[in-house]
């Protein structure tokens, strides 16, 4: 039987260090990175896609916000500039992965879903914004959100909460899909926030961590492996010290002792372990973080195993 996996793009498969983000930048990142999924296609594996979408958010924000000033055009809340741009970046991910499939004589097709990830009212993180977004101030507005300043002294930017997530709408229908042997891109960007009222689901202000929302994903759809990209080949302890030391495999137990220990850092490689983790104790398989480019070597990245 197939093996199914979900792999969730990280923020370089769209945007690379110093790139301005242009349209045809990201097309020639994605198609890049989607490049790289071919060992496992190949393999004949069952394909769920995550993906992040922080720089495409905070560029919805800032046109939004010169819409409103300059032409009156009103202003569009974070749940849908989170809708707007997973379906943007999915078609970038369905545009490029349609003919990397072509070029490699793969008979599969890609299918995106525009995904709602519940979250719940009363998580602690509503009372603790702690997530960046949007562009930087010279000082706070007095528009009722959150400012933080920024402690490298560019002013000061709004801050959300980041909730965890707690499920994810038609998840069933992404697995059946993907078992069908579509490619599914969903969970974009975290998933677009939305919380339970009276027994429906209503957008908020907010960012979901996309590897938490693409481990949940892996959870509930059933996946044997759930593979985080990032922009180096394996986690490391004491990174960029002068005793560096790059982990191979490690157990739930092992990664736990590393977070707590503070080995890895937060808004960066911590979140990434913490997704790991949730898979794995939840019955997943095995979680692999690396570089794209190393998918298909057996022993690539580093590996958290019960």
Not at 43 to 57: A, D, F, S
């Amino acid at each position: 039987m197939a093996k199914l996996a979900v792999v969730a793009f990280g923020g370089n498969a769209l945007l690379r260090s110093g790139q301005k983000g242009t349209f045809e930048e990201q097309v020639a990142n994605v198609e890049r990175t989607c490049e790289n999924l071919v060992p496992l296609l190949e393999q004949g594996y069952q394909l769920i896609i995550g993906h992040g979408n922080g720089p495409q958010v905070g560029n919805g924000l800032l046109r939004h916000a010169a819409g409103e000033k300059d032409y009156g055009l009103p202003a569009q809340p974070m749940d849908f500039c989170g809708a707007e741009t997973q379906g943007s970046i999915a078609y970038l991910i369905e545009t490029a992965l349609d003919r990397v499939l072509v070029r490699h004589k793969l008979d599969r097709k890609v299918v995106s879903l525009v995904t709602r990830v519940e979250v719940k009212a009363d998580d602690p993180m509503f009372q603790n914004p702690t997530k960046p977004v949007g562009p930087y101030y010279p000082e706070a507005p007095a528009d009722g959100a959150v400012y933080k300043e920024d402690p490298k002294g560019r002013g000061w930017r709004k801050v959300v909460p980041s909730p965890v997530p707690v499920g994810i709408a038609n998840v069933d229908l992404v697995g059946r899909l993907a078992r069908e042997g579509y490619v599914v891109v969903t969970v974009g960007g975290g998933g677009i926030p939305v919380v339970r009222q009276e027994g429906a689901l209503k957008g908020v202000e907010a960012v979901i961590d996309k590897d938490l929302a693409s481990a949940l994903c892996a959870v509930k759809t059933g996946a044997q492996e759930f593979y985080i990209l990032t922009d180096v080949p394996k986690v490391y302890v004491n990174f960029r010290k002068a005793d560096e030391r790059a982990l191979d495999v490690i157990t739930v137990a092992e990664a736990k002792k590393l977070l707590a220990d503070g080995q890895f850092a937060e808004g960066s490689m911590a979140p990434k372990v913490r997704a790991g983790i949730l898979f794995i104790e939840n019955g997943g398989g095995q979680c692999i973080i690396t570089e794209a480019g190393e998918l298909g070597n057996p022993s690539c990245g580093t590996r958290i195993i019960k």
